[in-house]
Each structure stands twice: as structure tokens, then as C-alpha cells.
């Protein structure tokens, strides 16, 4: 069982910058792929980026390419979603979510097994 809280999220303008973490309880953090998942109101639950056991393998939604960067500490038990150049439409719930299977990423909320109660970004034009 994996425990996960996240943290960072707040209100900032376009152009701005934060990083969220997500801080997991258990020995067994580095077994798990982990996600960042968003979702904005009325919209479903989307993939905004992906990373393996070891940090070695990253997958990025398009629309957050070249933005935002994912990354974990295996010591600490945490990942990170550092999030520049912020726009309007990164508005959203943003929640950490982990996956068996530390290997393979997972793009898709239904393959994630933990997930976190979420942090809400806000961002102004």
C-alpha cells in the first residue's frame, strides 16, 4: 500500500512557474511508475506526464512538452512536476498517482493503482 500527498499547488499568473511533489509513505517507492494526472472542471482526468522506476524513461502530454518536467528522488520518496510558463489553461486539480509495475509507464488513470487527493493549480491571465 502506498500513501501519497501532494503539495505546491496555488494561484499564480500566465508566464509563472511551481513545482508540486508528492511525498509517498513505504519502503517500496522505487518499485512504482508515477504519474501526474489533472483534472479541470467538466473535463475528464488526463495524463500530463509519466516516469519510470529509475527516472530513466519520461513520457509528456503535448500540451505540457517542452514546459513542464517530471522528475523523483528515490531516496526521499518523492517526485516532482515542475511546471513553467504557466497558462490558463494548466488550470486544474493536478494529482500524483502510482503504478506496479515500476517499469512500464502508464498514460491512462485506469492503469495507476494509488493516487493522491490532489492540489489545485490556478492560473490567471
Known amino acids: 500500500q502506498v500513501q501519497l500527498v501532494e503539495s505546491g499547488g496555488g494561484l499564480v499568473q500566465a508566464g509563472d512557474s511551481l513545482r508540486l511533489s508528492c511525498a509517498a509513505s513505504?519502503?517500496?517507492?522505487?518499485?512504482?511508475?508515477m504519474g501526474w494526472f489533472r483534472q479541470a472542471p467538466g473535463k475528464e482526468r488526463e495524463v500530463v506526464a509519466a516516469?519510470?522506476?529509475?527516472?530513466?524513461?519520461?513520457f509528456y502530454a503535448d500540451s505540457v512538452k517542452g514546459r513542464f518536467t517530471i522528475s523523483r528522488d528515490n531516496a526521499k520518496n518523492l517526485v516532482y512536476l515542475q511546471m513553467n510558463s504557466l497558462k490558463p489553461e494548466d488550470t486544474a486539480v493536478y494529482y500524483c498517482?502510482?503504478?506496479?509495475?515500476?517499469?512500464?509507464?502508464?498514460?491512462?488513470?485506469?492503469?495507476?493503482?494509488?493516487w493522491g487527493q490532489g492540489t489545485q493549480v490556478t492560473v490567471s491571465s
Open positions: 498517482a502510482a503504478k506496479h509495475n515500476g517499469v512500464r509507464l502508464g498514460v491512462r488513470p485506469e492503469e495507476y493503482d494509488y
Open positions: 516516469i519510470n522506476w529509475s527516472g530513466s524513461t519520461t
Open positions: 513505504g519502503r517500496t517507492f522505487s518499485m512504482y511508475s
